[in-house]
């Protein structure tokens, strides 16, 4: 039986996944591929933590040009994570004429263009199905089984760990911190967790699908990004009241000329297909005319799911290098020469229904005032809140949801609120996708 040869750089939590999959799943891999994959080289600047997964010691080193150089390697998995030396060790990969995996979200989403341009012009493939949404096989869906739609909306959850947070907040059992350490105790987190929980995690996963969805690039650090830091059980429980779920969405739709991408926490009704994703789960909708809906759900984050991601790319690329098929399909969806350059939608001109939270005084004519404000900027009340005052006699949070209206009349009438003398807090606000 013929051995394809891997090398796997980075040997943490996904790392310690792929390897044991591809030794415990040995047997099932060869015969769905007629062919052996061996795990040639693991290359980590730390090769004495045991990880508790079976490799040997000749198979560790800390010089990744073992992995690089090695003639024998056919596929380099890179598990490294951020910018450089990502960047630099996959294109060199690639110069060297090997396939790469990776699950590298950041790195895709803003080096993407410059290794997806040697990835087709050497004829190699690419694989980076668990970069977005771990066990989701959403960019092979993209790539492949929705290769006939027009997209027209993608959104998703795609981050477990702010997912996690939000959904032990709503069920009562957790605070912000203790869901957080919780998230990354089990290792869901990235290694920095603000890129969870402030949405930036996400804006490279939307970056990404955006790409492949519409064949344009889209730039992570341009758009809307808002995380989940803001939010707190007040929101969750009147969201609740109302009959909405809050969750961090990633969003991009086309309207055949620009793209509106942003990240940011949404109201979902409650029987909307996101709003029961919960706990680590991810989910992506994805909606054109011809199919209508899709929605793909599965575990967003973990060493076995997104390790199981990381090895059926392995498989995928194997099967090209024994059919002689490589690169037979472009890794962005579309070739290069046929990609385009569609503008993103102006922030300005987001459109989308608000639900507004305010701490005011309560005193007469507050409510009259916010809504005489909302209304001088062409902004309409669907529907008003107002709690008890607290025991304490503070302020009073008034709750106020609007229909649809734009981001920037929004932002001028909230500005022109937060100076009032009877606003005693920043204004939250959520919109409310429905
Ligand atoms: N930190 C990410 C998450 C891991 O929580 O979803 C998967 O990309």
């Known amino acids: 039986m013929k051995t394809i040869q891997v090398g796997l750089i980075g040997f943490g939590v996904i790392g310690s996944g792929v390897v044991r999959i591809l030794e415990e799943s040995r047997e099932l891999i060869s015969r769905r591929l007629g062919a052996e994959l061996r795990l040639k080289k693991i290359a980590d600047l730390d090769i004495d933590t045991d990880r508790g997964v079976p490799v040997s010691r000749e198979q560790l080193t800390t010089d990744v040009n073992d992995i690089l150089e090695d003639p024998e390697i056919d596929i380099v998995i890179e598990l490294m994570g951020g910018y450089e030396p990502a960047r630099t060790f996959v294109l060199k990969a690639l110069e060297n004429g090997k396939h790469v995996v990776s699950a590298n979200k950041a790195l895709l989403s803003k080096h993407g263009d410059e290794i997806f341009t040697v990835v087709e012009e ?15 096989p959403i960019i092979r869906s993209l790539r492949e089984a929705f290769a006939a739609n027009p997209i027209t909306l993608i959104e998703g959850i795609v981050n477990g760990t702010a997912n996690y947070i939000l959904s032990r907040m709503s069920d ?43 064949g344009t ?40 000329e620009s793209v509106d991408v942003r990240v940011h926490p949404a109201m979902l009704p409650k029987d909307h297909p996101m709003a029961s994703i919960n706990g680590v789960l991810n989910a992506v909708r994805v909606c054109d005319q011809w199919m209508e809906e899709n929605v793909l759900v599965g575990h967003g984050a973990g060493s076995l799911p997104t390790g199981s991601a990381v090895v059926g790319d ?51 004519g507050v409510l009259s005032t916010l809504s005489g404000i909302l209304g001088s900027h062409a902004i309409s009340i669907e529907s008003v809140l107002q709690k008890e005052r607290s025991a304490q006699g503070q302020g009073v949070p008034l709750m106020i949801m609007t229909h649809t209206a734009k981001e920037k009349d929004i932002r001028q009438a909230l500005s022109k609120i937060s100076e009032l003398e009877c606003i005693d807090e920043k204004p939250v606000l959520i919109r409310v996708e429905k």
């Open 122 to 136: 050497k004829n190699l493939a690419v694989g980076y199905e668990a970069s977005v949404g771990g066990a989701i």
């Open 172 to 214: 009562g059992s957790c605070d912000f911190d203790s869901a957080l350490r919780e998230a990354q105790e089990k290792g869901f987190a990235e290694a920095d967790p603000t890129f969870d929980i402030e949405g930036i995690d996400s804006a490279h996963k939307i970056a990404i699908l955006s790409s492949l969805a519409f």
């Open 217 to 256: 690039r889209v730039d992570a650090d341009k758009i809307l990004v808002e995380g989940i830091s803001t939010i707190g059980r007040e929101d969750i429980q009147s969201a609740a009241e109302l009959g909405f779920r809050i969750k961090l969405l990633a969003v991009s739709k086309f309207n055949g």
């Open 314 to 364: 392995v498989i995928e690329i194997a099967r090209g290098i024994l059919s002689g098929s490589s690169g037979r399909i472009p890794p962005q969806s579309f070739p290069k020469a046929l990609r385009r350059d569609l503008p993103l939608l102006d922030r300005d001109d987001i459109r989308s229904a608000y639900f507004l939270r305010f701490k005011v005084k309560d005193q007469p």
